[in-house]
């Protein structure tokens, strides 16, 4: 009784051991340099909030990004400004939360997760939100491959 007893609890331990590893090596960085506010990494379709010290605060959450026509350009960027309730003439359409960050109207806002933008970073409703609420004017964004 007392091997069964003490394979089991190895057992446990050894899984335990397992999962906190796992959940350790899922929260891998974002692939953005330290003063990074806001990462976006294109290929991936994933944006992070971060506190400009290198440390993920929010995400990775999915997006969506520009048309190959109407790529979101690559660099690092500073926040412009910020609409919670922007309409595109442009485009004919409703970008809510909008954060600006670049001086051509590339923004984060609440759009499409299926469908590819004009250059626009689209996201969910909630991470829209969140990304509004904490990024500010001069914030560091980068985009990178």
């Known amino acids: 009784m007392n091997r069964r007893m003490i394979a089991l609890l190895g057992g446990v331990a050894a899984m ?28 991936s379709n994933t944006a992070w909030l971060m506190d400009g ?5 929010y995400g990775g959450v999915p997006i969506t990004v520009g048309l190959p026509k109407y790529p979101t350009p690559l660099g690092t960027f500073h926040v412009q400004y910020k609409d919670i309730d922007h309409y595109s003439k ?7 939360y909008s954060v600006f960050f670049t001086t051509t109207g590339v923004a984060f806002h609440q759009g499409s997760l299926k469908v590819k933008s004009h250059g626009c970073v689209h996201l969910s409703h909630s ?6 609420n904490s990024l500010h004017p001069g914030d560091v964004v980068q985009v990178v491959p």
């Open 127 to 132: 991470a829209a939100v969140t990304f509004y």
């Open 90 to 96: 442009q485009y004919n359409g409703p970008m809510p």
């Open 16 to 43: 335990a051991g397992t999962v906190a590893f796992a959940g350790t090596a899922e929260a891998a960085s974002a692939p953005c340099g330290a003063e990074a506010k806001a990462c976006v990494q294109r290929s």
């Open 53 to 57: 010290a290198g440390n993920v605060t």
